[in-house]
């Protein structure tokens, strides 16, 4: 009987090197805060569904973007599978995954320091991209997904002045709550990244990176389209 929690995942691989078995295709979204990356996501899974990125005509493949809903459908399917398998940790995997899932959908993922839970997470992620065609928005899915080929890795940026502006805009707030604000955040997505690596993340673990500042959604999401058809 196998024990799921420490061997399992902890051993849980994104792609099988020996039968050429890779996940995908798959785009993840890293960004700054201030950066609308879910509504990126949102718009980018309609156009892939609606018209196959490797050709101009019709396809009935549908992408996702990675929402609270898809995250535990995966969640599910996983505990599913976990119930009838034959380990001897079924009650605290079950319970591991739950928390994980929880955190997902209170937008707290970036608060988990356990590490068992931060392998379950890798371990839903890699779950994700083997199903494919999945746009996934933060939760440091770029760098656990970076040495598979079948992905894009995102990144949005834009001047700290810009993000300010933003976030004052949209929440309206004062200068200094919206630039305690972006600190925060993006120090608390950084500091999660270290925890998923052992370092901060530099440019090379993504495959492109965009100003927001300077471009459209509808540019970003063109770019992204043309780069997949080339790539993928």
């Known amino acids: 009987m196998e024990n799921l929690v420490n061997k399992y995942l902890h051993t849980f691989s994104c792609y099988n090197l020996e039968t050429g078995d890779f996940p995908g295709p798959i785009v993840t979204i890293s960004r700054q805060a201030g950066c609308s990356a879910q509504r990126l996501a949102i718009k980018l899974s309609k156009i892939l569904t609606g018209y196959s990125y490797m050709s101009d005509t019709k396809t009935d493949a549908e992408w996702e973007w990675v929402d609270k809903k898809v995250f535990a459908k995966s969640v599910n399917d996983m505990i599913n599978d976990i119930e009838i398998g034959n380990y001897d940790d079924k009650k605290e995997a079950i319970f591991l995954l739950n928390e994980v899932s929880k955190a997902f959908s209170e937008e707290k993922v970036y608060d988990i320091l356990d590490e068992k839970l931060i392998t379950i997470l890798k371990g839903i992620i890699c ?103 080339n790539k993928i």
């Open 127 to 229: 779950r994700l991209a083997f199903d494919g065609r999945k746009i996934i928005v933060g939760r440091s899915a770029g760098v656990i997904l970076k040495n598979i080929p079948n992905k894009l890795n995102i990144r949005l940026e834009a001047p700290t002045e810009w993000r300010i502006n933003r976030i004052m805009q949209i929440n309206d707030c004062s200068q200094a709550e919206a630039s305690d604000y972006i600190n925060d955040m993006d120090k608390k997505r950084d500091s999660f990244i270290e925890k998923i690596i052992g370092r901060k993340a530099e440019n090379n673990d993504f495959d492109v990176i965009f100003n927001y500042a300077s471009l459209e959604d509808d540019e970003i999401v063109d770019a992204v389209v043309n780069i997949l058809r």
